[in-house]
């Protein structure tokens, strides 16, 4: 009987450490590959990859156009992020650029860039 005790006060120490680390680590949803596509810019539409990834507790990266992924990669300068929303910006032929993007559904975002142009997102598997 006290064995049983024993077992159990260990399983319940061990569940309440898995939902505490379970609360405090941060959701990463948004990091990995996503291929964004800009609808209706003046260049047609625009295609490019997002790689995010957490270092220290933020998300950073890169940009690269999906249609050259030879051409030169352009760092992400700022990532807001919520829950469900992810705001990406970086600078790109001397502008400012940002792109705002919520989730749909595991898989796919919507948003726009710029506020101008409407963009979805896709993940990369």
Request: proline share 2%; net charge negative.
């Amino acid at each position: 009987m006290r064995r049983i005790s024993s077992i159990m006060m260990i399983l319940c120490l061990l569940g309440a450490v898995c939902t505490s680390i379970a609360q405090t680590a941060p959701a990463d949803f948004f990091a990995g590959k996503w291929e964004i596509t800009v609808f209706g810019t003046p260049n047609g539409d625009a295609k490019l990859v997002a790689d995010l990834a957490r270092t220290d507790g933020k998300l950073t990266g890169q940009i690269t156009n999906a249609t050259d992924p030879s051409a030169e990669k352009i760092a992400i300068t700022s990532v807001d992020e919520a829950a469900d929303k992810i705001t990406i910006g970086f600078s790109a032929q001397g502008y400012d650029v940002t792109v705002d993007l919520s989730k749909v559904d595991d898989d796919n975002l919507k948003g726009s860039m710029m506020s101008m142009f409407d963009a979805t997102a896709k993940r990369v598997k």
